[in-house]
């Protein structure tokens, strides 16, 4: 006599059900990795076009596999860590591989430097935060994320193909460039968080004019104007700080002397 199944409770049909479809957004995150895989490999036949594209591709789906998680209710310790390492592939070590080939190699021992140190700042950077996400609100990141110093490495490739400057780009601004992206990455900087514009519940209508401007004016030029803007968040990030403490100067209380007599 064969026996019956056992039925299952609610509770354990709901757990099967979140563990079958937990794998998805998983496979996002392969392909964001898979993405920055193929960058290294277009930069390395000297696709610098391709290999950029490559590196916004893994972006756009970094932003998507954790709306994804969150969405299916499939958000897990594997798939935080797996995101992690994902990021360094793709954010990390693609775009300094990327920019090494592009640029930094003709500077010999300083440009491959500079390429080690953006991919070291990254690890250093994601690992920051895995420890602080627990403390540091929404709000802000504490020093430049990483994918957003891998797309100004990117979409900087696009700006100069755009101007009809072909590689190998021998340019000392660009080796700069790297440098400061790595000390930003590992910075106490505070940059603003993209999930708190809030664009979904935007009431403003000067603020919906501005951001269909926005999206027209990189419509335009995407490979212009994607950089620019991307270079104007890095840095509004110095700048901001700079402005921020000069408020807080301005609105504490000057001492009286007996309380700098008392601080001698």
């Keep these: 006599m064969a026996r019956g ?41 000297g696709k610098f076009v391709e290999g950029a594209l ?13 709306k994804v998680a969150r969405a299916t209710g499939t958000v897990s310790r594997f798939g935080v860590e797996y995101d992690s390492l994902s990021d360094l592939v793709a954010f990390g070590v693609a775009p300094a591989v990327l920019f090494y080939l592009y640029s930094l190699k003709s500077f010999g021992r300083l440009g491959f430097l500079a390429a080690f140190l953006f991919a070291a700042c990254g690890a250093l ?20 994320p990483i994918p957003a110093a891998a797309s100004v490495l990117a979409t900087a490739v696009l700006f100069l193909d755009q101007l009809g400057i072909t590689a190998p780009v021998d340019s000392l601004p660009l080796l700069i460039m790297v440098y400061l ?11 603003m968080s993209f999930k708190e514009l ?5 009431k403003s209508f ?8 926005c999206f027209i004016l990189v419509a335009m030029q995407p490979q212009i104007m994607g950089f620019v803007l991307l270079a104007l968040y890095v840095l509004g990030g110095p700048f901001g700080a700079r402005y921020m403490a000069k408020k807080r100067a301005l609105t504490e209380p000057t001492p009286t002397l007996d309380e700098r007599t008392d601080n001698v």
């Design 5 to 45: 199944r056992k039925k299952l409770t609610r509770s354990q049909r709901r757990e099967r059900r979140r563990k079958s479809i937990f794998v998805l957004p998983n496979l996002i995150t392969s392909a964001s990795m898979f993405a920055g895989f193929w960058a290294m490999v277009a930069a390395m036949e």
């Design 54 to 66: 490559a590196i916004l591709i893994a972006l756009v789906l970094d932003g998507l596999d954790g």
């Design 125 to 144: 950077r994601l690992a920051r935060f895995n420890v602080q996400v627990e403390t540091v609100g929404t709000k802000y990141f504490v020093g430049l």
């Design 181 to 191: 992206l790595s000390f930003l990455m590992v910075s106490q900087i505070h940059y």
């Design 198 to 202: 809030g664009l979904a519940k935007l």
């Design 206 to 213: 000067n603020g919906l004019v501005a951001t269909l401007l």
